[in-house]
T-cell receptor
Framework: GQNIDQPTEMTATEGAIVQINCTYQ??????LFWYQQHAGEAPTFLSY????GLEEKGRFSSFLSRSKGYSYLLLKELQMKDSASYLC???????????FGKGTTLSVSS | EAGVAQSPRYKIIEKRQSVAFWCNPI?????LYWYQQILGQGPKLLIQ????????DSQLPKDRFSAERLKGVDSTLKIQPAKLEDSAVYLC?????????????FGEGSWLTVV
């Protein structure tokens, strides 16, 4: 079957580092996406991994292990504006479907 | 660059009524998607178009939902008749190609409440 698992909620303080984990099972695999979604807004693209390893983009990094069906999003130097839902999504092999997890709600406090 | 446009932004209808949502994708994007996002869950794909052809509509409840993209640009999603469980945000998204490494851009969504 197809399934994406990620924690429901996480909390952290300003300036800290947080890692949001995601495990996936899809019919074939063609890349792993991370999206950020603020309450009442559309998801916005953060990162895309298709090869194993770490992709760094400013304060955000994303890691992928295809053999383990595992990814994480790493957020450094947390800011209050990082409080949002973070969606993990995996593309199937044909590239015809994107399966989203339920999202991880991150709350950043001062 | 203009983003994905959707309307209406909010809609409240009674069950068994009908509703239609409109989407205008980013210029030049051949692929258009409609997602349903129920509160507290991730988006679920309803239908995917490549130009004006349907690529995937396996999760579209075809007894009540329909979608079209007649000229390969704008798209409409219709629900008739609506049920209480259709209360959700309907997100339109577009990309240059399919999912293979192409960034998918979402509109702000159309919020539907069925009472």
């Amino acid at each position: 079957g197809q399934n994406i698992d990620q924690p429901t909620e996480m909390t952290a303080t300003e300036g800290a580092i947080v890692q949001i984990n995601c495990t996936y099972q899809t019919s074939g695999f063609n890349g792993l996406f991370w999206y950020q979604q603020h309450a009442g807004e559309a998801p916005t693209f953060l990162s895309y991994n298709v090869l194993d390893g770490l992709e760094e983009k400013g304060r955000f990094s994303s890691f992928l292990s295809r053999s383990k069906g595992y990814s994480y999003l790493l957020l450094k130097e947390l800011q209050m504006k990082d409080s949002a839902s973070y969606l993990c999504a995996a593309a199937n092999q044909a590239g015809t479907a994107l399966i989203f997890g339920k999202g991880t709600t991150l709350s950043v406090s001062s | 660059e203009a983003g994905v446009a959707q309307s209406p932004r909010y809609k409240i209808i009674e069950k068994r009524q009908s509703v239609a949502f409109w989407c205008n994708p980013i210029s030049g994007h051949a692929t258009l998607y409609w997602y349903q996002q129920i509160l507290g869950q991730g988006p679920k794909l309803l239908i995917q178009f490549q130009n004006n052809g349907v690529v995937d509509d396996s999760q579209l409840p075809k007894d009540r939902f329909s979608a079209e993209r007649l000229k390969g640009v704008d798209s409409t999603l219709k629900i008739q008749p609506a049920k209480l469980e259709d209360s959700a945000v309907y997100l339109c998204a577009s990309s240059f190609g399919g999912y293979s490494g192409n960034t998918i851009y979402f509109g702000e969504g159309s919020w539907l409440t069925v009472v």
